[in-house]
């Protein structure tokens, strides 16, 4: 454990000082400060989150497959009839084929989303709560481009209110 105590030290909200020097840190702060690095981050969280909330709801959903593809030519099983193995083995696919789908959407989502409130703040060079409305905007627009104009604006709309609403509730001052 490297616990560096010379001039120029920072505390971090661990309690753990460091050298803002060190060139790992550079290295790792100039990577978070980059629209590339936070559009990947955010990717990559979104697309583990989405794993694990898809995997939660596939497990509570009431539409699972009640009969097994069957070779072709032949005639679905019902999972009812099949040992006990071959069930979790059919739940397990499903399971696994919802939550990699979900992991999908949420890592686009969140890619696009970060990019372009990275993008519009860079542009503004401005942090404030348009960024996050616009990005929203754009975003819920984007993802509901093939359902024709009346979608694009009502994804447009939709996301733009939520994101104003995670922005507002994330810069209240924190009660400590």
């Given at each position: 454990?490297n616990?560096f105590?010379g001039?120029?030290g920072t505390?971090?909200?661990?309690?753990?000082?460091?050298?803002p020097?060190?060139p790992?840190?550079?290295?790792?702060?100039?990577?978070?400060?980059?629209?590339?690095?936070k559009s990947a981050?955010?990717?990559v969280m979104?697309?583990?989150?989405?794993?694990?909330?898809?995997?939660?709801?596939?497990?509570?959903a009431?539409d699972?497959?009640f009969?097994t593809?069957g070779?072709?030519?032949s005639a679905?099983?019902?999972?009812a009839?099949?040992?006990m193995r071959e069930q979790l083995k059919v739940?397990?696919?499903d399971?696994?084929?919802?939550?990699y789908?979900?992991?999908?959407?949420f890592?686009?989502?969140?890619l696009?989303f970060?990019?372009i409130?990275?993008?519009i703040?860079?542009?503004?060079?401005k942090?404030d709560?348009?960024?996050?409305?616009a990005a929203g905007?754009?975003?819920?627009g984007?993802?509901?481009?093939?359902g024709?104009?009346?979608?694009v604006?009502g994804?447009c709309?939709?996301?733009?209110a939520?994101s104003?609403?995670?922005?507002v509730?994330l810069?209240?001052?924190?009660d400590?």
């Amino acid at each position: 454990m490297n616990n560096f105590t010379g001039i120029g030290g920072t505390t971090s909200p661990s309690g753990r000082t460091y050298d803002p020097n060190d060139p790992n840190i550079k290295a790792m702060n100039a990577m978070m400060e980059s629209c590339f690095g936070k559009s990947a981050i955010s990717g990559v969280m979104g697309f583990g989150m989405g794993g694990l909330f898809g995997m939660f709801m596939a497990s509570m959903a009431y539409d699972t497959p009640f009969h097994t593809p069957g070779a072709p030519g032949s005639a679905p099983k019902p999972i009812a009839e099949l040992p006990m193995r071959e069930q979790l083995k059919v739940g397990f696919k499903d399971m696994g084929t919802r939550s990699y789908s979900t992991a999908k959407n949420f890592g686009k989502v969140g890619l696009m989303f970060s990019g372009i409130e990275c993008g519009i703040e860079g542009f503004r060079a401005k942090n404030d709560l348009a960024n996050g409305v616009a990005a929203g905007c754009l975003t819920g627009g984007i993802l509901a481009k093939s359902g024709g104009p009346t979608a694009v604006v009502g994804g447009c709309a939709a996301f733009a209110a939520f994101s104003a609403a995670i922005d507002v509730w994330l810069r209240q001052p924190k009660d400590e």
